[in-house]
């Protein structure tokens, strides 16, 4: 009977894990029960223990009774434990036999060591060393250490996320418990057996959740980590189940960090956090990402987004925070279940940046639209190294004429891919994605070098070469060895430092401030020309201007619109010219692409124009011919 009841008991339990599909998340409840049946059946052991020493209970109807409670409690624990362990198991140790371990213990003790025991433990023959207690024995110490081996061993190979001494501990504790079960024989009371098998059970599987569901402490969701794992297990284990990827992000955070302070900035994550754990259903997935991000693992049907706008104020009712937060999500389909989640996680955040700064949008799917650009931009990062090495990446020169002359004196170089696949690729599509993965700063010394060669080879043909500009980024001020760069392509080339004028846009020297000019000075003193560029795009202007030492000033036409029908834009114009002038300063206007434009720049004394007026950008075998005919 007590065997059929505990076969009952588990493949209800595992049926019902299956069905329910329960969600990861909810193993702090498996851990819970754990801990509620450990202490209930301590108890159930100590009362009957007490019945049968102060009243007389029946010898036998205790035993059977104190078996059928271990029976029980034991393959409750051993359920739990194939519940949380099994996705350790079999996804990060890639030993799907183990998974099978804690069902195989349990039916090993119900079907083996239960009948042993009622043998071992008989009034008749306790005391006794007789072959079934010596069958018993050895065959408890077998099972256990089948136990014990892969819980150390799961211990030391999870040891740089459980911490440098919990390894050690947990071997300690769990040998010690195995010492105890195996030396259980020489104990008369049945319950200390169960209670020691209980208490090791119970701590190993605290041990293999803490392993397996690393969470945040700050927010108390699952890390990264963690929480793709749970996403391969969800679509593995649901297959039936369409889910989406939500990331979702709270707009100008850091105002809220400077507003309140970093610790209020914690708390508000928290409560966030707190109340996404709230509105969702434990089906749902859920991890923070660091920062102000979180991400979630939806089952179609379920709510999947807080509101668009949460008040602090009610938020913190009582504190004078007059503040609201604004959240944006981007949403991914997932369609392709085989994808590794961090590829899904990347889609919802590609849609998310892309209302960034729509802040009337509170969400955005990433549909077909979207699909081709990220495609897209996977393309470029996947093959920016590619096209290095292929030199797809090419110089086109746009001329810089002289307003007076219309003669050109000067080019800025600027580049192109030409790509096999998609042809001729803008710089404005692959430019910011190699800023953000720091890519452009080997893009820039291989364009560095491409138009020193193509001078050189000029050179050799005996071509006059007008000076020519190449761009520094912002990152490319931070390399440290920038000036041995420089120089080092200026010698090999066998060119002058006044063959090669830098430019650095203005937002560069208001972002870097003091801390590059002195690279820039460096190169100044060794001869190259430094061009301030996009000058009157910052928001620090003129402050910028005094600090920089700069040799050339580049104005861009954008912010003069309509400069030839607006007095306020003449003005503007005028005070710059006459600003550099004073400062015996060369300047150059970009963007001129109108001939009233050109015709009022050059009667105010603008030295120099660029813009499609005159010439876009052109390949390298037109600019020579262009000069050429110059």
Not at 433 to 438: C, K, L, T, V
Request: glycine letters at 6%; hydrophobic letters at 45%.
């Amino acid at each position: 009977m007590i065997t059929l009841l505990s076969l009952g008991i588990i493949a209800v339990g595992i049926l019902a894990m299956r069905v329910r599909s329960l969600s990861r998340t909810v193993g702090i409840v498996w851990i819970s029960l754990e801990v509620y049946v450990t202490i209930a059946y301590i108890i159930f052991i100590w009362v009957l223990n007490t019945f049968y020493k102060y009243l007389g209970l029946n010898e036998n109807f205790y035993y059977v009774t104190a078996v059928t409670g271990f029976i029980i409690t034991l393959s409750t624990y051993l359920l739990c434990a194939y519940k949380i362990t099994v996705g350790l198991v079999r996804y990060r140790e890639k030993a799907p036999f183990l998974s099978i371990v804690p069902f195989a213990i349990t039916l090993i003790y119900i079907l083996v060591l239960n009948p042993i025991n009622h043998i071992a433990y008989y009034s008749e023959v306790r005391g006794i060393v007789t072959i079934e207690r010596l069958a018993y024995i050895v065959i408890s110490t077998i099972i256990n250490l089948l136990y014990v081996i892969p819980s150390i061993g799961l211990a030391w190979r999870h040891h740089r996320r459980l911490g440098k001494f919990a390894p050690s501990v947990i071997t300690f504790i769990v040998f010690l418990d195995f010492l105890m079960l195996i030396l259980n024989y020489r104990i008369e009371d049945f319950g200390f057996m169960g209670a020691a098998f209980a208490a090791g059970v119970t701590f190993n599987l605290v041990m293999l959740y803490l392993v397996d569901n690393p969470t945040d402490p700050k927010t108390g969701l699952y890390t990264k980590t963690a929480f793709m794992r749970a996403v391969k297990e969800d679509l593995i284990l649901n297959p039936k189940t369409e889910y989406k990827m939500c990331l979702l992000d709270i707009r100008d955070f850091q105002d809220v960090n400077e507003r309140f302070g970093f610790e209020k900035g914690d708390d508000i994550l928290r409560r966030i956090a707190a109340a996404m754990r709230q509105s969702f259903s434990w089906e749902v997935e859920l991890a923070y990402l660091g920062e102000d991000n979180f991400v979630g693992l939806f089952p179609e049907g379920s709510y999947w987004m807080l509101q668009g706008t949460l008040k602090l104020n009610e938020m913190y009712p009582g504190e004078d925070m007059d503040y609201n937060l604004s959240l944006y999500a981007g949403v991914y389909p997932i369609t392709d279940r085989t994808m590794n989640p961090i590829l899904m996680c990347d889609r919802a955040r590609f849609a998310m940046d892309s209302i960034r700064y729509e802040y009337d949008k509170h969400e955005r799917l990433f549909d077909e639209g979207l699909n081709r650009s990220f495609e897209m931009q996977a393309y470029m990062l996947h093959n920016c190294d590619r096209a290095i090495h292929e030199h797809d990446f090419l110089p086109y020169f746009q001329p810089i004429y002289d307003a007076k002359t219309k003669k050109i004196c000067s080019a800025e170089a600027l580049i192109r891919w030409k790509d096999k696949q998609y042809g001729l690729i803008s710089p404005g599509d692959f430019i910011p994605i190699f800023e953000r993965n720091g890519f452009i700063t080997k893009l820039d010394v291989y364009m560095w070098e491409a138009v020193c060669k193509q001078i050189s080879d000029w050179r050799n043909e005996g071509i006059l070469v007008p000076p020519i500009s190449v761009n520094l980024s912002r990152r490319d001020l931070q390399m440290e060895n920038l000036y041995e760069v420089m120089l080092d392509l200026i010698k090999k080339y066998h060119l002058s430092p006044l063959d090669i004028k830098l430019e650095i846009t203005e937002s560069a020297f208001v972002a870097e401030n003091q801390k590059f000019f002195g690279t820039v000075d460096v190169l100044k003193e060794v001869g190259f020309r430094i061009l301030m560029d996009d000058f009157g795009s910052g928001y620090s202007s003129f402050n910028t201007f005094k600090d920089a030492h700069v040799d050339v000033l580049k104005a861009d036409m954008k912010f003069m619109d309509g400069i030839e029908s607006s007095e306020k834009g003449q003005i503007v114009i005028n005070t710059i010219v006459e600003m550099t002038k004073k400062l015996d300063m060369p300047i150059v206007v970009e963007g001129v692409e109108t001939e009233e434009q050109y015709e009022y720049l050059k009667s105010i004394g603008c030295e120099m124009i660029q813009g499609y007026y005159f010439s876009r950008p052109v390949p390298a075998e037109e600019f020579k011919r262009m000069i050429i005919e110059n």
